[in-house]
């Protein structure tokens, strides 16, 4: 069956600019978490959703930073006026229904690098 | 808080021989402790995982990790490396809420050498 699957892939923007990434979770899933990955470093949690609501967004680093998950399936993640710091790989991830034993499957990313 | 140290960034070996990535976490709850692996360009891609069960945990590739409590680690290890287990692996800890967010190391790129 189809993973996650994330797009783009790779996105180039300019800073001060507006950007959404996407991520199509495992169908029937409804665990879905955002991970960033910066160069050398593990992935660090940002959000996770249950269904549609945003249980845990403490890892978000500011307010320019924003996802959704509408319809508890597809979710975007959304960076305003975005800063050259904000350049990583972008990680989204589903899990069948969330508990901590559940296994996280991840996509490839988008990796995003401001200029 | 959680946390996970992973000892050494870069583990390079011989072909043949014994794959021994070391981790430790940093808990105030009960652990549940996992490895993954990511190859280039890939997604992350689960190798074990640890959820209070058997304490020694086989997983894909002939890997396999012990949770030791007392030394608050969860090395991982391979008895022969090869050449296609070159890759960065990822040790991760969550546990303690009702939801699985992890807390990764900082990675530790194998290189196998043949």
């Known amino acids: 069956g189809a993973g996650v699957s994330q797009t783009p892939s790779n996105k180039v923007t300019e800073k001060g600019k507006y950007v959404e990434l996407r991520c199509d979770p495992i169908s029937g899933h409804t665990a879905l978490y955002w991970y960033r990955q910066s160069l050398g470093q593990g992935p660090e949690f940002l959000i996770y959703?249950?269904?549609?609501?945003?249980?845990?967004d403490s890892g978000l680093p500011n307010d320019r930073f924003f996802a959704v998950r509408p319809e508890g399936s597809v979710s975007t993640l959304k960076i305003q006026r975005t800063e050259r710091g904000d350049s990583a790989v972008y990680l989204c991830?589903?899990?069948?229904?969330?508990?901590?034993?559940?296994?996280?499957?991840f996509g490839p990313g988008t990796r995003l690098t401001v200029l | 808080a959680q946390s996970v140290t992973q000892l050494g960034s870069h583990v390079s070996v011989s072909e043949g021989a014994l794959v021994l990535l070391r981790c430790n976490y940093s808990s105030s709850v009960p652990p549940y402790l996992f490895w993954y692996v990511q190859y280039p360009n890939q997604g992350l891609q689960l190798l074990l995982k640890?959820?209070?069960?058997?304490?020694l945990v086989k997983g894909i590739n002939g890997f396999e990790a012990e949770f030791k409590k007392s030394e608050t680690s969860f090395h991982l290890t391979k008895p022969s490396a090869h050449m296609s287990d070159a890759a960065e692996y990822f040790c991760?800890?969550?546990?303690?809420?009702?939801?699985?967010?992890?807390?990764f190391g900082q990675g530790t790129i194998l290189t196998v050498h043949p």
């Open positions: 991830a589903s899990s069948l229904a969330g508990p901590s034993t559940d296994t996280q499957y």
């Open positions: 959703f249950q269904g549609t609501g945003a249980a845990d």
């Open positions: 991760a800890v969550t546990g303690g809420t009702s939801y699985g967010k992890l807390t």
């Open positions: 640890y959820t209070s069960a058997a304490t």
